[in-house]
């Protein structure tokens, strides 16, 4: 069974999403250690709860990107993870860390990419006034939110939304399609061709 190591930064919803579809047998994975690189995140409690293994790699404990980045691949590797999942991981990977799991990393980004990329997604949608947002899966590569698409789900923009009535709409599906990305790379039914991923 293929080992999977989340990151999360935060509340962890999109964590407990993947934690209930293994449950439920929707998704046919082991998660074998939860990092947060912050203390006293909800992640960590849910991981607890769910009687995963669940680590603190704090940043504020390192100097520089690099010496985090080597602790967190350490516990990753510690926990033969094969496949890392970003759930709401608000750090920047170096070259470096994407290159030791290539084609291995995952992310779910609240937009419908290559729109409205980085760190305030729904402030970007409102602002902008489009009609359509959504998520998107994709593989991460050495930009930022810029790795080949996986999955995409669609959500109407209304016109008294806010930041926070969107991005709840937004989770619902985020919920919905990252277990269902992660169970296709599962049965190998996803290939990369250039920036184009084909599901099979």
């Not at 985090?68 to 990753?76: H, I, S």
């Not at 084609?103 to 937009?111: A, K, L, W």
Request: aromatic share 6%; charged share 25%.
């Amino acid at each position: 069974m293929i080992n999977l190591g989340v990151l999360c930064s935060g509340r962890g919803t999109d964590l407990q999403s993947i934690i209930d579809a293994i449950k439920n047998k929707q998704l046919k994975a082991n998660i074998s250690v939860v990092l947060t690189d912050k203390p006293d995140v909800m992640a960590l409690k849910r991981a607890e709860k769910a009687g995963i293994k669940n680590v603190c790699v704090n940043r504020k404990n390192f100097t520089n990107q690099a010496d985090f980045e080597a602790a967190l691949l350490k516990e990753l590797k510690a926990a033969e993870v094969d496949l890392v999942i970003l759930a709401g991981f608000m750090r920047i990977l170096s070259p470096n860390f994407v290159h030791e799991y290539k084609n291995r990393i995952m992310n779910i980004h609240p937009s419908l990419l290559p729109s409205f990329p980085g760190a305030h997604a729904h402030r970007d949608v409102l602002n902008y006034g489009v009609k359509i947002s959504g998520c998107t899966v994709h593989f991460v590569d050495e930009g930022t939110d810029s790795g080949p698409i996986i999955l995409q789900a669609c959500v109407e923009v209304k016109d008294d939304d806010t930041e926070d009535t969107l991005a709840e709409r937004v989770l619902e599906q985020e919920h919905f399609i990252y277990p269902r990305a992660i169970q296709l790379y599962i049965e190998g039914r996803l290939k990369i061709v250039g920036r184009k991923v084909f599901i099979n």
